[in-house]
């Protein structure tokens, strides 16, 4: 039993390999990835043809082994995605929005009674943040497509669940320290990492405070921030999912 589950997991893994190149070929020739039943997989002809092939192919390998690690987290999220949406499916927008309403709001009533005034407009705050991320994405999950979702439904997923705290602490001191304080840090490793090309870092540095006061409260930063994460965040999770669809589709 154990060699057959180990042969069953093998193929399975050989099949995602072999999906995975076709679909990088796919990019530079026809019917690769899906050939038709009567044409077939498309075929180098000539020398020249054969080199471009071959090279591409080859060129694929690494990229593949590379590729296959996020297909694994792509079906991940796939998976988790779809039980969430079922969930919705079954609520409807206005029920999952309600439903959403109804726990954060119990929350702020909870609040209102065993809290002071300062830290009740947080959890306030964190439930109108929390309330239409989420309606956002479920809205945007049930009325396009693929693309829709990984526009819209996504970012807004994240940032359903990134933003929430980030809001509370704009009001409650005692929770800066645990969150803003690992935000800043955060903060400058993407700038010393990621975004150090082109001088975007300085740039931003020069331009913005996280601890600043733009319109409200001070530390209003640290909301941007996390939304700029929770975007791209959204769209990379997303695009995972479309590429766990294609090259492992449900079954019908």
Avoid: C
């Avoid at 602490?169 to 993407?190: G, K, N």
């Amino acid at each position: 039993m154990e060699a057959r589950r180990s042969s069953g997991l093998g193929d399975a893994i050989r099949i995602d390999l072999v999906r995975l190149h076709e679909t990088w070929m796919e990019l530079a020739f026809p019917r690769q990835l899906d050939p038709g039943s009567v044409l077939g997989k498309w075929k180098p002809e000539t020398t020249l043809q054969e080199i471009a092939y071959y090279g591409w192919a080859t060129i694929g390998v690494p990229l593949v082994a590379i590729g296959y690690p996020l297909l694994l987290v792509g079906v991940a999220v796939r998976y988790n995605a779809t039980k969430l949406d079922s969930a919705a499916t079954r609520l409807g927008i206005v029920g999952a929005v309600l439903l959403a309403a109804v726990v954060w709001g119990a929350l702020s009533v909870a609040a209102h009674f065993q809290l002071p005034w300062e830290e009740f407009l947080a959890v306030v705050a964190a439930s109108v943040v929390a309330v239409v991320s989420a309606g956002a994405a479920v809205f945007f999950s049930r009325i396009g497509g693929r693309g829709t979702s990984v526009v819209f439904a996504y970012p807004f997923a994240l940032t359903a669940i990134f933003l929430p705290p980030v809001v509370a602490a704009l009001f409650v001191p005692a929770l800066q320290a645990l969150i803003f304080d690992p935000s800043e840090a955060l903060a400058i490793w993407i700038l010393d990492s990621v975004l150090v090309v082109g001088g975007f870092s300085e740039w931003l540095r020069a331009t913005f405070s996280l601890r600043a006061q733009y319109l409200f409260v001070e530390g209003e930063g640290f909301a941007l921030m996390w939304f700029a994460i929770a975007v791209p965040t959204g769209w990379l999770l997303g695009l995972l999912a479309a590429l766990a669809d294609l090259i492992r589709p449900r079954p019908e």
